[in-house]
């Protein structure tokens, strides 16, 4: 199974500051079409994922510009800018290139 | 618009089996693949199995044994069954909707059900 690692496992940043997490997969995410089928979300509190990003780098339907995706192979990284009190919560990646599909450990951001 | 409900017991017995019910609406069990995953408290999420568009189903191999999924379109409703359940299978379980293209994400999800093992 492809195993993903995400750091950091807990993230402390200011309102306003600029979040990064890294989520390097054990294999190539590049599909045998392609594509790059790794996605991002965000769990808030008491909730279930939302989906934020999509094949890497496409924000999904209302999510604000302060998020961006970028990476490629292996390595991928999300970034918040201008942290706001709702980004707050655990950080997911998720790759549905190799079944079974698999999730990072998640990283939890926090209010410094 | 788009929702997903799971529902089902809160409590089940060790080595009973499991029956969760994903409702959906706003969308076509034809036309969108249901996802299960599940999250133990505290943790990470684990994918559990699918039910594709077309009615055919797919399943990690870590449960595969005691994992069956099955849907009733005219209802709009997935169905989880998971027989054996030991203490480690409390966990909340959720369904999940992805497109019908290859590497769809899990675009919208239900709040999820909770579910107990104990005696």
């Known amino acids: 199974d492809v195993v993903l690692t995400q750091t950091p496992v807990s993230l402390l940043i200011s309102l306003g500051g600029q979040a990064s997490i890294s989520c390097r997969s054990s294999?190539?995410?590049?599909?045998?079409?392609?594509?790059?089928?790794l996605h991002w979300y965000l769990q808030k509190p008491g909730q279930s994922p939302q989906l934020l990003i999509y094949?890497?780098?496409n924000r999904f339907s209302g999510i604000p510009d302060r998020f961006s995706g970028s990476g490629s192979g292996t390595d991928f990284t999300l970034k918040i800018s201008r942290v706001e009190p709702e980004d707050l919560g655990v950080y997911y990646c998720?790759?549905?290139?190799?079944?079974?599909?698999?999730f990072g450990g998640g990283t939890k951001l926090e209010l410094k | 618009q788009v929702q997903l409900m799971e529902s089902g017991p809160g409590l089940v017995q060790p080595s009973e089996t499991l029956s969760l019910t994903c409702t959906v609406s706003?969308?076509?069990?034809?036309?969108?693949?249901v996802h299960w995953v599940r999250q133990p408290p505290g943790k990470g999420l684990e994918w559990m199995g699918v039910?594709?568009?077309?009615?055919?189903?797919d399943y990690n191999s870590a449960l595969k044994s005691r994992l069956s999924i099955s849907r009733d379109t005219s209802k709009n409703q997935v169905f989880l069954k998971m027989n054996s359940l030991q203490s480690e299978d409390t966990t909340t379980y959720y369904c999940?909707?992805?497109?019908?293209?290859?590497?769809?994400?899990?675009?919208?999800w239900g709040q999820g059900v909770m579910v107990t093992v104990s005696s």
């Open positions: 998720l790759q549905r290139t190799h079944n079974p599909w698999t």
């Open positions: 094949q890497v780098s």
């Open positions: 294999q190539s995410l590049v599909h045998s079409n392609g594509n790059t089928y």
């Open positions: 039910m594709w568009s077309g009615g055919s189903t």
């Open positions: 706003g969308f076509s069990l034809t036309s969108y693949n």
């Open positions: 999940a909707r992805a497109g019908l293209y290859s590497g769809a994400p899990f675009d919208y």
